[in-house]
């Protein structure tokens, strides 16, 4: 009970420091919907989404060798979506307007999901040295089929002769 009242306590700070945001989502990386602002909108549609992006992504850094993903961000015409990585089995997203100054969004809910994945993670999953929030792979994770370019095309276009 105490938890859920300082993870909508740091909700609301954020969002009082951030006026341009317009919602915000705390999400499992499974996709449950653990807590939310986001009036008007589909929260458990924003946390699935969220969480198939932040894995997607995570599996991205990952394949090209570039270490534990801490957040990914979209603009796009209407405003701005970015999901951090809040502990280990945790993210946030922020929706803001796209008047919004994406460096204090960064700032200000990179120190918010610090302190969620905090309050959220078990203290015997936390790890032992001060580090960066970041998602676990999951154990026995299957790595992704290698494709090679244009595999499913057929091996001769119409109206072309084989040569």
Known sequence: METDRAVLAEL???????PDLTATV???VDGMLLAYDAPGLQPE???AL???NLGLTQRFAHTVGHGDLRETMIESSGGYVAI???GLRTL?????RPSANVARIHHEARRTARRLGE?????EARPPAPASPHIVPVEG???????TPMAALQSSVPGQRAG
Request: glycine share 2%; proline share 6%.
């Open 12 to 18: 609301a700070r954020l969002r009082s420091r951030l």
């Open 26 to 28: 705390i999400a499992g």
């Open 45 to 47: 549609t924003i946390a």
């Open 50 to 52: 969220a969480a198939a």
């Open 84 to 86: 951090y990585a809040a």
């Open 92 to 96: 946030l997203a922020v929706l803001a």
């Open 119 to 123: 309050l959220l993670d078990p203290v």
């Open 141 to 147: 994770q299957v790595p992704l089929a290698k494709r």
